[in-house]
């Protein structure tokens, strides 16, 4: 028989593990986060029934993937880390009755993103996304998001369709729109919109719960974050899901909302750059604490973006 004590440090460790994979579902731990992560359990949520389009979410591969069923097989919208890539796509192909991927579209280059790349790449998939996702693609990169480094990608598990601007494509019947957010989270982000189902897949800018990562490393920066948000807001209508880049769900109500949180930081933070701030003053001025209740401690992402205005103002 366990001691009391014992059973008290097995209770509290089993009740930490759960908070740590609740939080890391949610994706609220702070980055640089590895990307080497375990294979999880995938949940599913079908978001349009299938009379249209059968458009399905599942989370908990390393980011918010989206698929929708097609007779040649599934159009998939990012692919998790390649440690979660065999359990997703059994997902995927089982939610969608497909047996493959016939289109993939990465809405950037992330680990989060490409990992299931090779194996729908392999099986002759088309993946298409932005040139400069293409790009980095095909090289080793260091990020502000990840610790390590990641890629080449073999040479299947690259884009073999690109835009530098929008393109659309239909599937199934659907017709879909995709478009260029530049120099946010990324330098390669795209956000996906199925107009006739009225769900935006937002890509890297748009975190679900929490505030969004910018790969200050590889072109994202504040003053594109804010263009994205301005995009997105001409896109959505104020009750369209929006599908984040993990995390929880948001509508197009809050894309508004958040387009005029990041407007308003956006001229703050040029206050604090002709007052001489540095990135800790912008962090200790609590300029977002009323919305830390929502989105959690703001103090990394603010000192981030003020690094980032930094970045790109002040000459080396
Ligand atoms: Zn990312």
Redesign the pocket.
Known sequence: MPTSNSLTRRHFLQGGLKVLVAASAAGVLAPPRAFAAPAAAITTTQLTPKEMGGLTLFQGAGCNVVALPGPEGALMIDGGLAANSKVLLRAVTAATGTRRVDTLINT?W?P??TGSNEAVGREGGLIISHEVTRLYEGRKATST?YEGAYGPLPVKARAGKTTRDAGSLEFAGQHIDYGYLPAS??DGDLYVHFPELDVLVAG?PVAGGRWP?L?THNGGWLGGLVRAYEKLATVVKADTRVVT?DGKLLTGADITRHRDIYQKLFKQMFEYFNHGYGPSDAAAARPLKEYEDELGDASAFLAGSYRSILQAYVPD
């Open positions: 950037h992330h989060e993103q998001c989270h990324t890297g990562l790969d880049a």
